[in-house]
């Protein structure tokens, strides 16, 4: 019988560590290959961030990386409230078979309701961040292409 898969350990990953995959792996084990392509966009958009500090805010491939890491972070979190919120019937049926449906791995303890509440807020925060900061970074070229056309 396998070790049972805790949902509050798993909603805790996703929060801390979920843009590398952590939760993943903790689920589904090493060989889970959408776990291994979580630091992908996450390192593009660290990499987004280098060239700014590097470059300044005038480079236009960081306005294209740097979303991605709000985007991974906050698509991370939303797993994090996905699995916060599943029923322990549901969360022992998915990860847990060799388990009783009212394991008590699948419970919902004070710890997961904080890390839902951190998820809400962090997936929230990086998400609008992510969105505000393209959407500005696109209009602003939109308008300095508009300055060198009317020239």
């Not at 019988?1 to 903790?26: C, D, E, Q, S, W």
Request: aromatic fraction near 12%.
């Amino acid at each position: 019988m396998a070790a049972p898969r805790n949902k509050t350990i798993t909603v805790v990953l996703a929060v801390l560590g979920g843009t590398l995959g952590l939760h993943r792996f903790y689920l589904k084990g090493l060989g889970d290959w959408v776990g291994w392509l979580h630091p992908v966009p996450t390192a593009l958009g660290w990499w987004g961030i280098e060239r700014v500090l590097a470059y300044g805010q005038d480079d236009k491939l960081s306005w294209v990386l740097i979303p991605l890491l709000g985007f991974s972070m906050a698509m991370a979190c939303l797993a994090g409230i996905v699995y916060a919120l599943m029923d322990r019937e549901k969360w022992n049926r998915q990860f847990n078979p060799d388990h009783p449906a009212d394991a008590p791995a699948g419970g919902t303890s004070w710890i997961t309701i904080g890390a839902l509440i951190a998820a809400l807020m962090v997936g929230t925060v990086s998400f609008m961040g992510s969105l505000a900061f393209g959407i500005q970074h696109y209009f602003e070229y939109q308008i300095e292409e508009a300055r060198k056309i009317s020239q």
